[in-house]
């Protein structure tokens, strides 16, 4: 990846922990590759990430003629800062650190041939998002809540500092939105609300996509990938078909 004309990314956001946000971006970013894009994926929480995790991916980060090589799960370079050091590691970022440390780990890293970059952002509305929005040119955001009324609070702030940014919701993903007991087949909601009808109200120019606990999806499916009953349900959803065509009328962006 070079300075000029740069890679467009995708923002996954929530503003609240525990919704699902990580495996959502995970899931988008594997849908995107099976619909033949170029795709790569960056853990932009630097001091909680969960890419490694999610990815199944253990080796470090590596340096080869001065440029960081990515881990490469299922064919997609990871970037992390959980590839720096044990899981158990802290770290503790602030100001020009943070900063330079994401300008470092995106602009250093060797991405190889690259489309479209899926941005795990952390939750809230602080330095390292504003640090983000300064540094990584935008297509756009998927926001993820669940049902809750407590979710769609924080949300609620995380959209106010994405209008402010100028960047587009391209879609709400309400996660955990119901549950299906496999014996009776009673549905019922596992987190109470309507969260993501009443974002859908705000931005009606989003797709809502609803996505149920799914009893019956396997943990892991033939390649160790536990996500491909949530890739399918997104898909469903139309996401990877709306996503691919912005991004073909959007294939780069102008160094800011």
Known sequence: MTEGPRTMSLYVWSNKGGVGKSTVAKAITRGLKARGL?????????????APTLFGADARLRIRNQRIQPAIADGIPVVSTGLLAD?????????????????????????????????DMPPGTGETQLAVIDEFPCLGTVIVTTPHEL???????????????GIPVIAIIENMAAATCPR???????????????????????????????????????????DTALIRHLDGGGLFTTLSALHANHPAATTR
């Open 38 to 50: 170029r795709v790569g994926h960056f853990d932009a929480d630097l001091t909680g990430p969960s």
């Open 87 to 119: 899981a158990d590691h802290p770290y503790i970022w602030h100001g020009p650190l943070l900063r330079g440390a994401l300008h470092q780990l995106y602009h250093d890293t060797d991405w190889g041939p690259l489309e479209l970059l899926v941005i």
């Open 151 to 165: 979710a769609l609070v924080d949300v609620r702030r995380s959209l106010r500092m994405l209008q402010e940014a």
């Open 184 to 226: 009776c087949a009673h549905t019922w909601q596992p987190f109470p609300g309507t969260a993501g009808d009443q974002l859908h109200h705000l931005l009606p120019h989003s797709q809502l996509i609803k996505i149920p606990v799914d009893d019956g999806a396997p943990a892991l499916d033939g390649q160790g990938n536990g």
